[in-house]
Nanobody
């Protein structure tokens, strides 16, 4: 099992930027897929971005061109750089880790078996 701890959330004005971090510990060798998900109040959890062990990344349509996922394997840390933030990006953001999967499944919840506690992002208009 992988333990995940997110940080970097906060309140920012629309158009601003934030960078989220997620530090992984435990059996990190099993974290072949890593992703960011979010849940807004009253809405279902949705995928944001994901990256596989080889560094190939994918994004949900609402964040394409604004968010960038990256990782530092030496630090066991996953990042999410969020630019041009909008009020609709307000949500609790979760880091997730899972095993090897197909590229098309990277944004699927079922790929992931370890989840962090989340970090709140609030974008004011």
């Amino acid at each position: 099992q992988v333990q995940l701890e997110e940080s970097g959330g906060g309140t920012v004005q629309a158009g601003g930027s934030l960078r989220l971090s997620c530090v992984a510990s435990g059996n990190t060798n099993g974290a072949n897929s890593m992703g960011w998900f979010r849940r807004a109040p009253g809405k279902a959890r949705e995928a944001v971005a994901a990256i596989d062990r080889g560094g190939s990344d994918t994004y949900a349509d609402p964040v394409k061109g604004r968010f960038t996922i990256s990782k530092d394997n030496a630090k066991n840390t996953l990042y999410l750089q969020m630019n041009s933030l909008k009020p609709e990006d307000t949500a609790m953001y979760y880091c997730a880790a899972g095993g090897r999967t197909s590229f098309s499944a990277l944004l699927r919840t079922y790929t992931y078996n370890s989840w962090g506690q989340g970090t709140q992002v609030t974008v004011s208009s």
